[in-house]
Nanobody, 120 residues
Framework: QVQLVESGGGLVQAGGTLRLSCAAS????????MGWYRQAPGKQRDMVAR???????TYADSVKGRFTISRDNAKNTVYLQMNSLEPEDTAVYYC??????????????WGQGTQVTVSS
């Protein structure tokens, strides 16, 4: 069984920084892609950043130049470094991963979410 466990959310003032982590565990054969999504109250869940197995990254326009996604393949962990945070970044952040487990078909997995609140 595969699980994603997030950490690093919290309350920060505008202009501040936070670093989110997401570790995948379980019977993992291969991780194809990992990423972060966010959902603000009353809004849909949107992609923030994504990194695939060869290191290629994709960012939402609203976070380009401020957020950086990285990945430690040895630890099955993805990070999101968030700089110059704005009140508009306030949301629940969810980790997402495209994983092929050892004994079951490839699937898409979600973490439980971590709250990020940016005060003005």
């Amino acid at each position: 069984q595969v699980q994603l466990v997030e950490s690093g959310g919290g309350l920060v003032q505008a202009g501040g920084t936070l670093r989110l982590s997401c570790a995948a565990s379980g019977s993992i054969f291969r991780i194809n892609a990992m990423g972060w999504y966010r959902q603000a109250p009353g809004k849909q869940r949107d992609m923030v950043a994504r990194i695939i197995s060869d290191g290629t990254t994709t960012y939402a326009d609203s976070v380009k130049g401020r957020f950086t996604i990285s990945r430690d393949n040895a630890k099955n962990t993805v990070y999101l470094q968030m700089n110059s945070l704005e009140p508009e970044d306030t949301a629940v952040y969810y980790c997402n991963a495209d994983i092929k487990p050892t004994m079951t078909p490839r699937n898409n997995y979600w973490g439980q979410g971590t709250q990020v609140t940016v005060s003005s």
